[in-house]
């Protein structure tokens, strides 16, 4: 088979950050890359979980929430795939991911999407885990810019 795409990145060199990882006709996936890979410290899964249910609750709320396709956490717990259309431009989808974290980094009360018939695993989260790594990536994307989400194939 095969070696897929988001395989040939290098990981070994890859930081923080927000990256273009691969376009399929219309279709724009972004990697949101939260923690060094293979660095030892990996989004918890409760924390995820949470900031799962909140990046996806605002990301598809945002005026851009019709060009939303998915968004949903990455298997190494590194970080968050974000699949948007391509009219969005990359730097629409940087403000969309830094408004959505910084509303993430606020929230407050009840998480979206918690009750049992809701969700596949409803006990399963943590919503201080999901601010600290929301606080984390806003001070990552700070001085972000489109220029800097190639990566570099
Ligand atoms: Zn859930």
Known sequence: ???????????????KGMYVSRIDGDVVTYDIRMKKPNGGDYLPNGAMHTFEHLFATFARNHALGEQVVYVGPMGCRTGFYLLLRDVVSRQEALDLAR???????????EI??????ECGNYREHDLP????????MLRVLADWTPERMDYGR
Do not use: N, Y
């Open 129 to 136: 885990g999901a601010r600290a790594a929301a606080e984390d």
């Open 112 to 117: 979206p999407g918690t009750q049992p018939r």
């Open 99 to 109: 408004e959505s974290f910084a509303f993430i980094a606020a929230f407050q009360g």
């Open 1 to 15: 088979m095969k070696t897929i795409a988001s395989f040939t990145v290098d990981h070994d060199t890859l930081e």
